[in-house]
């Protein structure tokens, strides 16, 4: 008889944990986000900015009674932008705080390190801000991705640079991880497209500024452009140091993970020939309608701070949760809810078009290119990259 009692007890925990843990959906009035991403260290700005932007966007759907009459929450745990803190931060969010779905992970090594938590317990992986190929081929089920890949920015930028400065040697300056090596490989792709190679290349070690020996080795190569894949502080320095030394290079090319407020402020003046490629447009853009409305809802909920891509790239992810929720129903479930991001109305995120299916797993499309000059961010080209 206490063996039919034991084995009872054991049927009823395997039971509530796979419903309650391993597939747990939404419980009551409450859907709880979470999100591992970069508080402190030379990341910092990115993770803040980009749960800001999330947050202010949930704060405004709150305040209007929440989806379904369900109001979000966003748990945030700082992870260094270090992926074993990004690892352990997710393992808790899930088995401790029991997150619906993890949200706008910053970074592809934490990204990394996270997605098999996530896929582990079935758990929702969306939104996260990286560029990287693994979140997008082949397709996931659990991830849905806002921006378009880093294949597709630096697509972007070699062909502006071809078209615009009639430019063909061009070096690569990357973090040595998997961010960097991404952002590398998309360069030598859309190089070897038109049967170029890579000038030179070199890189540095993340969170350091250990970019001397990389800096040294692409001047030799004599390159007519620098694309740089890595953190605003290290890019910057480079760039700073490339034209102390000489460097004839014509344009310094940055994508979007940079951070391109924080590496303006770094760069001390010296921005000229300076290129960033965008996820988004500009957040100041007054035709835009997304625009408009995060600039409004943002300076409501953080009236001191400045508007920037980060933040606004947070504000439409958020904004395509929410419209995924509303889609899926008050019988709300992780099955429906995933599933409900594929039959969003193309123009579900206003101001843009989306896709997203099961083999596509990405809303946006579009690679703006951006520099600044005049105290000011200016577009110079809207490139529409699929990936393929």
């Known amino acids: 008889m206490k063996k039919y009692y034991f084995v009872s007890l054991t049927l009823i925990g395997i039971f509530i944990w796979f419903y ?3 597939d747990r959906d939404t419980v009551g009035r409450r859907i709880v986000l979470g999100q591992s991403c970069a508080l402190s ?13 999330a947050t202010a966007w949930f704060s405004f759907i709150n305040s209007q009674g929440g989806v379904h009459g369900r109001t979000i929450h966003l748990i945030t745990y700082d992870d260094f932008y270090e992926p074993d803190y990004a690892r ?14 993890i949200f706008g992970e910053v970074g592809t090594p934490t990204a990394k390190t996270a997605l098999p938590e996530a896929q582990k317990y079935n ?14 081929n082949p397709p996931n089920g659990l991830i849905v991705n806002l921006r378009n890949s880093y294949y597709a920015e630096t697509q972007a930028l070699v062909e502006y640079l071809r078209l615009t400065y009639h430019i063909d040697k061009i070096a690569v300056f990357y973090q040595n991880d998997s961010y960097g090596k991404a952002g590398r490989e998309g360069v ?18 993340r969170n350091t500024l250990s970019y001397r020996n990389a800096l040294q080795t692409i001047k030799l190569s004599e390159p007519e452009a620098v694309v740089l894949i890595g953190a605003y502080k290290p890019c910057a320095e480079f760039i700073k140091s490339a034209k102390k030394s000489g460097m004839n290079a014509t344009v310094f090319c940055n994508i979007s993970f940079v ?3 924080d590496l303006i402020q770094a760069l001390e003046g010296q921005t000229e020939n300076v290129l960033i490629s965008q996820a988004v447009p500009l957040p100041w853009e007054n035709k835009n309608k997304a625009s408009q409305e995060y600039r409004k809802i943002y300076k409501a909920c953080y009236p001191d701070d400045p508007y ?11 904004k395509l949760v929410v419209k995924a929720l509303e889609k899926a129903g008050q019988d709300l479930n992780r099955k429906s809810f995933m599933k409900a991001f594929e039959q969003l109305d193309r123009k579900a995120l206003a101001g843009f078009e989306i896709t997203i299916t099961p083999v596509d797993r990405q809303a946006l499309e579009r690679v703006f290119i951006t520099n600044y000059s005049d105290g000011n961010f200016q577009q110079l080209e809207e490139v529409w990259v699929t990936n393929d």
């Open 20 to 22: 309650l843990i391993k």
């Open 41 to 53: 260290g030379p990341a910092a700005q990115l993770g803040r900015q980009m749960m800001k932007g």
């Open 88 to 101: 352990k931060n997710t393992i808790e969010l899930i088995t401790q705080q029991h997150v619906f779905a």
């Open 123 to 136: 758990v929702p992986f969306l939104m996260p801000f990286t560029g990287a190929e693994f979140l997008r």
């Open 188 to 205: 030598r792709r859309a190089l070897e497209k038109r049967g170029l190679e890579i000038a030179a290349e070199g890189r540095y070690r």
């Open 259 to 261: 951070g391109s407020n």
């Open 308 to 318: 920037g891509f980060v933040s606004f790239e947070g504000f439409l992810a958020a």
